[in-house]
């Protein structure tokens, strides 16, 4: 049987690359999707809001109508919007939830949490394959190499983005701690500047660049006083994030409750 798709945010950059994406897969249908309210989305059809053929679905307003019939629920907004989808979605039929949003505050980490008490929720910062593999090397590299090793963080975005660092270059700090034994809150570092921004040992250091259409690109560096050893990642297109999140659509759509990531559904 086919997989009922209904994507949020369906005319914004992930909207689109989603829903052409799926319109092109015998076992996806994508059967509604949502945009904010005054979007000049709303009402079109979503095959030609995504530059493809009419798919007979038109895009509107509210979450829980455009997920009527839906079994997955895909998400790519922001942490607002994404929050009261979760909460509008348990009076719906969804059964999983594919969230790529970023740039949640601690403070709203318990509602997603909670959330998956309801439905089958796959989270990720990013669900490219390269990235999530990305993930293990530096995690190995960072349990193999001593503490005289620096570890930097350096990533870039599009001029539009608005978490910063993103939610993957959080990932991979996250990853590098976990590889060091460490608690990432305690040695991450994300302001560098004026007289007092000597590095302190065993920091993780980020920095942040933000521009014209940048897609993403995620570099880990480990340097020593002899050598650097450089781990990075381009983004050439968005489908790369948009098979990753349908590959996790299929595999959610055949689990039960709880909160999963990338690597649940890769097998790593």
Known sequence: MSIQLAIAGAAGRMGRA??????????????????????????ADLGIVAGGDALGVACVESPLAAAQSADVWIDFTTPAASLAALAALKASGVKAIILGTTGFEPAQEAQISEAAQHFCLVRSGNFSLGINLLLGLVKQAAERLGPEWDIEIFEAHHRRKLDAPSGTALMLGQATAKG??????????????????????????YAVARGGGII?????????????????????????????????????????????????????
């Open 18 to 43: 989603l829903i052409a994406a799926a319109s092109g897969e015998a076992d996806l249908t994508i059967v509604g999707g949502s945009e904010r309210a005054g979007s000049a989305a709303l009402g």
């Open 216 to 268: 993403g690109e995620h570099e880990v560096m480990f340097a020593s006083d002899e050598e650097v050893i450089r781990f990075s990642h381009s983004a050439l297109n968005r489908t790369i994030f948009a098979k990753g999140a349908l590959a996790a659509a299929r595999w959610a759509a055949g689990h039960g409750p709880g909160l999963y990531d990338m690597s649940d559904v890769l097998g790593l």
């Open 180 to 205: 060091r034994g460490v608690s990432h809150t305690d040695v991450a570092t994300f302001d560098r500047h004026g007289a007092t921004a000597a590095r302190k040992p065993g920091e993780i250091g």
